[in-house]
């Protein structure tokens, strides 16, 4: 059972800005970094976000993700048919890792 | 680059044991923690545990009395073994790096192999 809730779904046309929240409590979120994972259909999840809100080489600009309080958001922008995948945050929480519940984007 | 690949049994009977192994190329596995991770059909990712280059561990602990995850230096693998399975342990099983600390860093991963459990 995560502990990170996430809508379960979320969408866009092209071109859009598309945001997807993530919500914890101060033992995750609240005094932790946030990872944000990309899952394309039938592949391994991809680091999309580390430490918040900074972007691994490679990912485009997009993309951005932000943090407040006991919740983050990550967003994308010009919404693209590549964008079409679940999305995953992530947290340390007292002794573990965890991930969200996640949310799929469906590009409209 | 550094690249994962899981290999092990892709069908377990259920009071059985689960046993994978990731082999690391393209880099050493040493200085880094590295991760299981699952994920049942249609569901979210689990972080099943993790073990650093020293042999130390850190288990889920829904799954700590029956998870073993062992590391082999000189051969650039590290192992997962899950006893007494049930239907419920059946999940596509990724490995993963998780960087230099234990935040949820996870860099690079291996594609994933299905374990199903069913006699």
């Known amino acids: 059972q995560s502990v990170l809730t996430q809508p379960p779904s979320a969408s866009g046309t092209p071109g859009q800005r598309v945001t997807i929240s993530c919500s914890g409590s101060?033992?995750?979120?609240?005094?932790?970094?946030v990872y944000w994972y990309q899952q394309l259909p039938g592949t391994a999840p991809k680091l999309l976000i580390h430490s918040n809100n900074q972007r691994p080489s490679g990912v485009p600009d997009r993309f951005s993700a932000s943090k407040s309080g006991t919740s983050a958001s990550l967003a994308i922008s010009g919404l693209r048919s590549e964008d079409e995948a679940d999305y995953y945050c992530a947290a340390w929480d007292d002794r573990l890792s965890v991930f969200g519940t996640g949310t799929k984007v469906t590009v409209l | 680059q550094v690249q994962l690949q899981e290999s092990g049994p892709g069908l377990v009977k259920p009071s059985e044991t689960l046993s994978l192994t990731c082999t690391v190329s393209g880099g050493s596995i040493s200085g880094y923690y590295w991760s299981w991770i699952r994920q049942p059909p249609g569901k979210a990712l689990e972080l099943i545990g993790y073990i650093y280059d020293n042999g130390n561990t850190n288990y889920n602990p829904s799954l700590k009395s029956r998870l073993t995850i062992s590391v082999d230096t000189s051969n650039n693998q590290f192992s997962l073994r899950l006893s007494s399975v049930t239907a419920a342990d059946t999940a596509v099983y990724y490995c993963?790096?998780?960087?230099?600390?234990?935040?949820?860093?996870?860099?690079?991963w291996g594609q994933g192999t299905l374990v199903t459990v069913s006699s």
């Open positions: 993963a790096r998780q960087g230099h600390t234990v935040f949820p860093n996870f860099e690079y």
């Open positions: 101060y033992s995750n979120i609240g005094t932790n970094y």
